[in-house]
């Protein structure tokens, strides 16, 4: 499981043309799925995001979460995030679990966030979405499990 985690001001997924989704101060989550992926993994990646520390505080430093600063989460999947570069010019996402294993997944993460009390909307798997990131910062965090 991989994900890119980006700190916002706002977050929204636009989908044919209509806002299915949007959120204030919060997390942005791109999230990749693996074939390799399981019910365990989306639990520990969920609460290590969940309690990452990449607000700042009185003194300026990185150590609030979002549940400190009542923030929110968007959780938008993204399989490009297996992309494979290594031959030639194309990507290929070879390595990015298939449709029908990794939606359910994504829908487990996103209720897994709900269940450590951070409000978390989606964006609309397999669409094609226009995702509009604030990024605050900029602060944008890799994680891979």
Same mark, same amino acid.
């Given at each position: 499981?991989?994900?890119?985690?980006?700190?916002?001001q706002?977050?929204e997924?636009?989908?044919?043309?209509?806002?299915?989704s949007?959120i #204030?101060?919060?997390?942005?989550?791109?999230?990749?799925?693996?074939?390799?992926?399981?019910?365990?993994?989306?639990?520990?990646?969920? $609460?290590?995001? +969940?309690?990452? $520390?990449?607000?700042?505080?009185?003194?300026?430093?990185m150590?609030?979460?979002?549940a400190?600063?009542?923030?929110? +989460?968007?959780?938008?999947?993204?399989?490009?995030?297996?992309?494979?570069?290594?031959?030639?010019? $194309?990507p290929?996402?070879?390595?990015?679990a298939?449709?029908?294993f990794?939606?359910?997944?994504?829908?487990?993460?996103?209720?897994?966030?709900? #269940?450590?009390?951070?409000?978390?909307?989606?964006?609309?798997?397999?669409a094609h979405?226009?995702?509009?990131?604030?990024?605050?910062?900029?602060?944008?965090?890799?994680?891979?499990?």
């Amino acid at each position: 499981m991989r994900a890119v985690i980006q700190r916002v001001q706002k977050g929204e997924v636009i989908v044919a043309g209509n806002t299915i989704s949007a959120i #204030e101060r919060g997390f942005v989550i791109l999230l990749g799925i693996g074939p390799q992926d399981d019910e365990n993994t989306v639990r520990l990646m969920a $609460r290590k995001i +969940a309690l990452l $520390r990449i607000f700042s505080d009185e003194q300026g430093k990185m150590n609030l979460s979002l549940a400190d600063i009542h923030g929110a +989460a968007l959780v938008v999947s993204q399989f490009t995030l297996y992309a494979n570069t290594q031959k030639g010019n $194309r990507p290929s996402f070879i390595e990015a679990a298939l449709p029908e294993f990794a939606s359910p997944l994504v829908d487990l993460f996103a209720a897994c966030m709900r #269940e450590h009390d951070i409000p978390t909307q989606t964006g609309e798997f397999g669409a094609h979405m226009l995702v509009k990131i604030e990024n605050d910062g900029p602060v944008t965090i890799f994680l891979e499990m």
